[in-house]
């Protein structure tokens, strides 16, 4: 019986992904990974050779973004795995699918301090949702096979296989194990994915006595893929639906009942409709610390739905008033049906208009404001934006690093399409955004992709703009260089008495010849009559990636603004909105 | 040194919560276990592991300090674990439970029978017997071993361990046979 096939274990690694049908991976190789990396010479999957390997994660994470399907990275061991550590925690704290694959020292080494040998699976417990030491050939389908599984199911999340030299290089018998076999071999994972059917009655009950409801929608919705039923249920019933910063793009910020952005940096109409609603109806958010400012006072007088796949966040910080733990498209179809059904026994919704109506006011009287510059002053990275945003093509995708830049970009960007929002929302990466926009740009090449970046991220990671040039991956940078760590600045200027320490990058580096350096087109932008031209310029090109460096005003600060720990009540508003603020009662 | 989240290590029995947690036997299970509570700043006041009699699956049994909010937090954590398979949570009038003491006592002539007597109302083996010291073992609920304990060190403790509790839950008259069958799942 001669059809069961011998492979090396890196073959079998390798045929495993193509199986999983990995069609793209980002890595950069080395000793321990070097066996698998040779069955790639004649594998179908793309291999993106980057320049760090935090950049390799990255990528991943932004190709995971925009398809929703996992991003895979592959590393040796000792400092590459380390320098995988940053990406596959702001994969785990984002729910982004991800797996990585590390190389290890051969088993005989393991434990004797061999050179580049490191605890790769103690090191990345805790920032992985599963990892895993692969320990013989024979095991690789099924340890892929249960990679792919976790990180794609219940809470998406970032799954590692650290797999010894030798596990590579010694050979195994062939199978793929089967679904049965994968779930079988998995006793304790059996994430809920059904609604239970009581909360959801319940859930829609209350949704149609709620005087003063809204949609808190996050990242949830997007993973769950479940944009076009929470628009139903929005519009159905006319409630208005406020995106955390994960969620942009979910709902589209053109739409009557987008309020846009809650939380710390967040617009002063959706902090302020989740303080005075009665009841929040979550989809996908995590009451994160960010959104609800001091949790004791945060939306004293709402009683709270949360729709969460993840049990352990029912509760974690806010105790929800109807719980339903499962995935959120097929929960919220459900609660849908629930309202449809209620609705045709003659069930009727309370009267919102009031609350619908108090809403467009604040929204009227407090939109996201900023004052332009003098003629001849320096440029506002917000007018930037909004002529990046006007010139940007239909199904734009942007990505940002963290810092004042991002906050602007999600509070002037109008998102309409869900997906096309990349950041770094739990961990807060700076660099982020070059190697995930790569990663996205890789996934989604009929795209526009706009990475949005400080000069303090930009300088963490813009090496990967060489990756970009090699492998032809065209993406467009705009830098909004206020030559400042500038979100750091700004805490120093309001909560340190203008006591500014270590944050000031003045000088250098020249980004445009930096940028041309690595074969991008570099454009330097100084004033107001230059910006329309280099965008211009910018969205022609699409043979190279572009690098704007906008030379913006240094001293800008985001608002609105929740203090770190005080209540959402005391948001400061841009100065110009201060002396209406009795409206926000 | 202080700890987050925990207060009251010792004494304050009813902030004590046995956890029964049953894993697959797996290696690196134990640190994903104690590294989660670490990593979410719980206090293990105690902890005993062993494969169950199905050698796939293993039984930790974790006393820990909290009040029932963080319990319940940590549970879900516990749960989000992959190789975790079950928890339950015993509860001490509903639970059998047992620990075991190793004890070495300082002895001098006149306190040798005293001792043995104290070792044979408390059914302690005695270990092993030197001319100035005298080692015992002992097993028994943990409120027991803690009188027992107590009673020794005013002989004068050399070297005590204890193994930390392993605990089941008590089998219900009616439920005993439905149970027997239905074997961890
Ligand atoms: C890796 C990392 N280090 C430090 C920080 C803290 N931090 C948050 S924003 C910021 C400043 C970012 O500067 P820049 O990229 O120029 O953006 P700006 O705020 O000026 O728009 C810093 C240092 C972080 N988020 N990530
Ligand atoms: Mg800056």
Redesign the pocket.
Known sequence: MSNKETLTGAEALIRSLEMENVEIMFGLPGGCILPAYDPLLKSSIRHILVRHEQGAGHMAQGYAHVTGRPGVAMVTSGPAATNMVTPLCDAFMDSIPMICITGQVPTTAIGTDAFQECDTVGITRSVTKHNELIMHPDDIPMAVRQAFHIATTGRPGPVLLDVPKDVLQNTMTWTWPTDEEVIASLPGYKPTTKGHPKMIKEAAKLILASEKPLLYIGGGVLKARAADVVRELAELLQIPVVTTLMARGAFPDSHPLCLGMPGMHGNATAITAMQKSDLLINFGARFDDRVTGKVSTFAPDAKVIHVDIDPAEQGKVRKPDVPIVGDCRIVVEEILKSVQELLAEGSTQVNIDPWRSKVSGWREKFPVAYDQSEPGGRLKPQFCLEKLRDAAPEGTIVVS?????QMWTSLFWKFNEPYTWVNSGGL????FSVPAAIGAKAARPDRTVWAID????FQ?TAQELVTASTEGIHIKVAI?N?T?????RQWQEMFYGERYSEVN?AGCPDFVKWAEAMGCVGIRVDSVEEIDGAIELANSINDRSVVIDFRVEEFEKVFPMVPAGQSNDDVLLHPSQESDRGLLR | MRTINSNNPFGDSHQHHVLSVLVQNRPGVLARVSGLFARRGYNIYSLAVAPTDDVDYSRITIVVDISATPLEQIVKQLFKLIDVVRITELDPRKSVERELMLATVRIDGEHRGQIVELANIFEAKVLAVGSDAISLSMDGTPEKIDDFEELLKGYGIVESQRTGRVALPKLEREARKGALKGKAS
């Open positions: 690093g963290v810092g004042q830049h807060g990466t700076m660099g400080g000069d303090g991220c963490m909004l206020n400042y760590l500038g979100m750091v990058l």
